[in-house]
């Protein structure tokens, strides 16, 4: 394996720890940027003991998982090396979950939560209405 360069059948399954050593789970899928080729981000399948202390959905058919971002990793080796400590992965990944996000998102001005805004009504033109003269 040349340095710097890892396969995904690799990193897949991987177990994940953080600055505290707290083993959180492992990796899961793998997002990658096709247009330039770069990983994104990837699955965090996280450990049941870290569910509720990450804040992430459970699950009863599926294990839960939580998006990372790769600016997050500090190293890759045996084990997924991350900053931080559990609170700041949790902060930090807060705005990457699409029902968090959305909860926290601003309301623009003029809208209004609880209606939603009617269609506009076109009107349709009546017979007596004046007609194009032909030439």
Same mark, same amino acid.
């Given at each position: 394996? $040349?340095?710097?360069?890892?396969?995904?059948?690799d990193l897949?399954? %991987?177990?994940?720890?953080?600055?505290?050593?707290?083993d959180?789970? !492992? &990796?899961?899928?793998?997002?990658?940027?096709?247009?330039?080729?770069?990983? !994104? %981000?990837?699955?965090? &399948? +996280?450990?049941?003991?870290?569910? =509720?202390?990450?804040?992430?959905?459970?699950?009863?058919?599926?294990?839960?998982?939580?998006?990372? %971002? !790769?600016?997050? *990793?500090? $190293? +890759?080796?045996?084990? *997924?090396?991350?900053?931080?400590?559990? #609170? @700041?992965?949790?902060?930090? !990944?807060?705005? *990457?979950?699409?029902?968090?996000?959305?909860? @926290? $998102?601003?309301?623009?001005?003029?809208?209004?939560?609880?209606?939603? =805004? @009617?269609p506009?009504?076109?009107?349709?033109?009546?017979?007596?209405? #004046? %007609?194009?003269?032909?030439?």
């Amino acid at each position: 394996m $040349a340095i710097g360069i890892i396969k995904d059948s690799d990193l897949l399954g %991987k177990h994940v720890i953080l600055e505290d050593a707290s083993d959180v789970g !492992t &990796v899961g899928d793998i997002y990658v940027d096709v247009f330039d080729w770069h990983i !994104t %981000k990837f699955d965090l &399948v +996280v450990d049941k003991r870290y569910i =509720e202390r990450l804040g992430v959905d459970k699950s009863m058919i599926r294990k839960s998982r939580l998006p990372i %971002k !790769t600016h997050l *990793v500090r $190293a +890759v080796g045996d084990v *997924v090396h991350l900053n931080g400590s559990l #609170e @700041e992965l949790r902060r930090s !990944t807060r705005a *990457v979950q699409p029902h968090e996000a959305a909860k @926290e $998102a601003p309301v623009p001005p003029g809208a209004r939560k609880d209606k939603p =805004e @009617e269609p506009k009504r076109y009107q349709h033109k009546g017979h007596d209405e #004046e %007609k194009p003269k032909k030439l």
